[in-house]
Every structure is written in C-alpha cells, then in structure tokens.
C-alpha cells in the first residue's frame, strides 16, 4: 500500500472504468484473483446477508464511489 491506497485494487478500478463491452467487470475481476479470492467471493455473493454487510462497508462504499464518479 502506498499513501493509504491499495495499488492493485486502484489498478482493478481503474481497468474496470475503461472496460470495452467485451469484457464484463465480473470478467475482469475474477481474472484478478487467486482461486481461493474467487471461491470466497463465491460464497458472499450467494449470501445475501454477507452481501448486504459488504456493501455497507466503508470500503464497498470507497470501491462503488470511486467506479462511479465522473471525469477522473
């Protein structure tokens, strides 16, 4: 981590923003991770209380934002 930011997280973010049609965000995300990472997600997103709980995290909140913001 650099200056309190994840790098490849920034790294994942930012792909994800100039992503082509071809590609979906899910694509590009699990071509990031480990086959444990992916099993984990797995099993959050097929909970949807353990979904609700991480997108209500401070962190879920920064990711959303920070794909969704304008002009960077």
Same mark, same amino acid.
């Given at each position: 981590?650099?200056?309190?930011?994840?790098? %490849?997280?920034?790294?994942? =973010?930012?792909?994800?923003?100039? %992503?082509?049609? +071809?590609?979906? %965000?899910?694509? =590009?995300?699990?071509?990031?991770?480990?086959?444990?990472? +992916?099993?984990?997600?797995?099993?959050?997103?097929?909970?949807? /209380?353990?979904?609700?709980?991480?997108?209500?995290?401070?962190?879920?909140?920064?990711? =959303?934002?920070?794909?969704? /913001?304008?002009?960077?």
């Amino acid at each position: 981590m650099n200056n309190g930011k994840n790098e %490849a997280l920034e790294g994942i =973010i930012g792909e994800l923003k100039n %992503a082509s049609d +071809k590609k979906t %965000a899910e694509q =590009i995300l699990m071509s990031k991770l480990s086959e444990d990472q +992916k099993q984990k997600l797995k099993n959050i997103i097929s909970n949807d /209380e353990a979904v609700k709980n991480f997108l209500s995290s401070e962190q879920a909140k920064k990711i =959303i934002k920070s794909l969704t /913001e304008k002009g960077e």
